[in-house]
């Protein structure tokens, strides 16, 4: 059974750092996209990144561009989501889920993770 399991969630201060990890197994990480979504108390789940397959593409939401970054190393079946300059409004739970392909959309999610708390404090 593929198992994607988040780490390196917690509480920051706002303009804080925060480096978020997900770690696959039984996975053929390397035939598919990875993505990060997030989830804020009240809402919807939201796309926040998305990589390709070889780290060649990279998209981002327009509310973390210029502060996250997306990356992956597929010797470790492990995918990145560096998060510096912290807001308040990024509180959330963070979940990364994989696709075969490059999307946006959650529906094109086959496999996710049960997230990680980030809280963002003011």
């Known amino acids: 059974q593929v198992q994607l399991e988040e780490s390196g969630g917690g509480l920051v201060q706002a303009g804080g750092s925060l480096r978020l990890s997900c770690a696959a197994s039984?996975?053929?990480?390397?035939?598919?996209?990875m993505g990060w979504f997030r989830q804020a108390p009240g809402k919807g789940r939201e796309f926040v990144a998305v990589?390709?397959?070889?780290?060649?593409?990279?998209d981002y939401a327009d509310s973390v561009k210029g502060r996250f970054a997306i990356s992956r190393d597929n010797a470790k079946n492990t995918v990145y989501l560096q998060m510096n300059n912290l807001k308040p409004e990024d509180t959330a739970v963070y979940y990364c889920?994989?696709?075969?392909?490059?999307?946006?959309?959650?529906?094109?999610?086959?496999?996710w993770g049960q997230g990680t708390q980030v809280t963002v404090s003011s």
């Open positions: 889920a994989a696709s075969i392909g490059f999307r946006r959309t959650q529906a094109e999610y086959a496999y």
């Open positions: 990589i390709s397959w070889n780290g060649g593409g990279t």
């Open positions: 039984r996975l053929a990480f390397r035939n598919y996209g």
